[in-house]
């Protein structure tokens, strides 16, 4: 056995830290594939996401002094579910990068997200060649076509690049997935240096979503599955340092919010009523499969299956790499489904699914004969046309239709209603609005969120699936001047059909998207209602229809409320 083990052949394609890249090599594994996620990102333009505008108002309210609130004066509630994001975004503006003008004509509210989640999925790609040099005998080769498959997802760079956390829970799962791989590549377990870093990642990306939360247990699921009897108390000792250094971070925060917001979970997740899943959450991943397409998908996870199941050095660190992916994967099932499309909270699904193909087939295709390497090349052709179309339609339809970009609500909601209560004559007017991240930013009315994402008691109402005392709290309690609803929250809430609403409140216009505003019918004097739809007909609809009309663009070097 000594004899065959050490074999030159076996010796000779036995990966291991032995393998080192140099700097131009490291260049091009990292360089490429962030190129071409950033050529990407630029078919969607300057467009952020409405709900990133949400942390941009708290990394505002924080850094000016005026605590975690959504406005100065508002509740505090935490509305953010990301609060590492958060922080960067906090730094960002205290050092003057973030929601302070423009860089070179560029808002900075668009181009610092967007650089900074750039250098972030630099260091997805940085993890995926300290994964290939220990794995692979062309770990630059591997790097570069599982980054530029990577960079082809629209999934991926839709929601790196939206001003959401996504970018960063990439790189903690994948960096989580790189150390844990570098870790065992030699054979034994992971050291408690290397466990000490798995337990700080995971606590950064439990902070960076809730769902972060699930990579706490990679460590010890990759343990369990590497255990020997003989080593258990090792194991122990690993788990533990793992499990200590996840508990400080994370137990620090939690700690905060207690204090700070006296609750055990964000608002946010409150008000979205995240349940156990049922038979329907358990299928969704089913979603990533119709996503890349079904025959790319076969043939991956075959190719992943043959490299696992045969004899190899690579085979070792391939299942520790699948830990992490089955985690992403997992994470995506249990979440109650999205409605912005492009599966959104897939992000770490498709990076560490890149390389996990890619080291496999790294693997596999050298040892086939002549026939076999044509015969999967023929069948890689044919998967790689509908999933290439579906790729380009995915393109299309976010180019023409981006989900909720940040101007649209800013002007409709934030601009428009601030116009409103002017033409009142200002006062103690309040806006019920069920978006509100580009609103907060440049309204001037204080903001009731009807989602409950920044307000405690609205929250609860979600959570209970209590319609009615929402719809009593609203009508009743709150006693908003102005209302602005779209069909589906109205629909969702019971509003629509609310006698009350018909009964103090009149409409001022809707748009053609199905936007109706209303206002309360005490809040008008003699003349205010046609001075209202006038102001609308002359200055507020055009301008919505203005920035509708230009999804992907940006509206203003800074956003601010009148009087901040």
Same mark, same amino acid.
């Given at each position: ?46 467009? =952020? ?105 629209? +999934? ?155 004899? +190899? ?107 409103? +209560? ?24 204080? =903001? ?7 307000? +405690? ?43 009350? =609403? ?63």
């Amino acid at each position: 056995m000594t004899q065959v083990a050490e074999r030159p052949d076996v010796v000779a394609v036995e990966p291991g830290p032995a393998t080192r890249v140099g700097r131009a090599g490291r260049a091009v594994a990292v360089g490429v594939p962030t190129l071409l996620v950033g050529l990407h990102a630029l078919l969607y333009g300057r467009w =952020i996401v409405d709900d990133a505008a949400i942390t941009f108002a708290y990394a505002r309210s924080i850094t000016t002094g005026a605590g975690p609130v959504l406005q100065p004066g508002a509740e505090v509630v935490e509305g953010y579910s990301n609060p590492a994001w958060l922080a960067l975004l906090a730094v960002g503006r205290l050092v003057g990068l973030f929601d302070r003008g423009a860089w070179f004509g560029v808002p900075d509210h668009v181009a610092f997200p967007k650089l900074l989640a750039l250098v972030l999925v630099a260091g997805v790609f940085a993890c995926f060649l300290a994964v290939t040099s220990v794995l692979c005998r062309r770990p630059v080769a591997v790097a570069v076509v599982a980054g530029a498959v990577t960079a082809a997802v629209p +999934s991926f760079v839709v929601w790196t690049m939206s001003g959401l956390e996504n970018s960063l829970l990439a790189l903690c799962a994948v960096a989580i997935a790189a150390v844990l791989v570098r870790a065992t590549a030699a054979g034994g377990l992971p050291d408690v240096r290397s466990a000490v870093g798995c337990g700080l990642l995971a606590a950064v990306a439990a902070l960076t979503r809730p769902d972060g939360l699930v990579y706490a247990v990679a460590l010890p699921l990759t343990v369990l599955l590497l255990l020997r009897r003989a080593e258990l108390g090792r194991a122990v000792r690993v788990v533990l340092a793992g499990t200590v250094a996840f508990a400080v971070p994370a137990g620090a925060y939690l700690a905060w919010r207690l204090v700070t917001f006296g609750e055990w979970l964000p608002n946010t997740a409150l008000a979205k009523s995240q349940g156990l899943p049922g038979p329907a959450e358990l299928a969704r991943p089913g979603e990533i499969v119709s996503y890349v397409g079904w025959l790319a998908a076969v043939l991956g996870a075959v190719v992943v299956g043959v490299a696992v199941l045969r004899p +190899s050095p690579t085979r070792r660190g391939l299942v520790v790499l699948l830990v992490p992916l089955a985690l992403a994967v997992a994470a995506f099932g249990v979440l109650e489904g999205d409605w912005m499309g492009q599966l959104r909270f897939a992000t770490p699904v498709w990076p560490l699914g890149a390389l996990a193909v890619g080291v496999a087939a790294a693997e596999v295709l050298p040892g086939l004969p002549v026939r076999g390497r044509v015969v999967v090349a023929v069948l890689a052709a044919a998967a790689v046309v509908p999933t290439g179309a579906a790729f380009v339609d995915g393109v299309r339809s976010v180019r023409a239709a981006p989900t909720a970009p940040l101007c649209v609500v800013a002007q409709n909601t934030g601009v428009a209603f601030t116009g409103y +209560s002017a033409v009142l004559g200002g006062g103690d007017h309040v806006l019920l609005a069920p978006d509100i991240g580009g609103a907060a930013l440049v309204g001037g009315l204080p =903001i009731v969120d009807l989602v409950g994402l920044a307000d +405690s008691r609205i929250a609860r109402y979600w959570a209970a699936g209590d319609t009615a005392g929402l719809r009593d709290h609203v009508v009743d309690e709150v006693r908003p001047t102005f209302i602005t609803i779209n069909p589906d929250w109205a629909r969702l809430t019971g509003l629509a059909d609310d006698p009350r =609403i018909a009964a103090d409140y009149v409409e001022i216009g809707t748009s053609p998207s199905g936007v109706t505003d209303l206002v309360r019918l005490d809040a008008l004097g003699p003349g205010d209602l046609e001075a209202l739809r006038a102001y609308r007909a002359s200055t507020a609809l055009p301008a919505d229809l203005a920035v509708r009309s230009a999804p992907r663009g940006s509206c203003g070097d800074v956003l601010t409320a009148p009087g901040r």
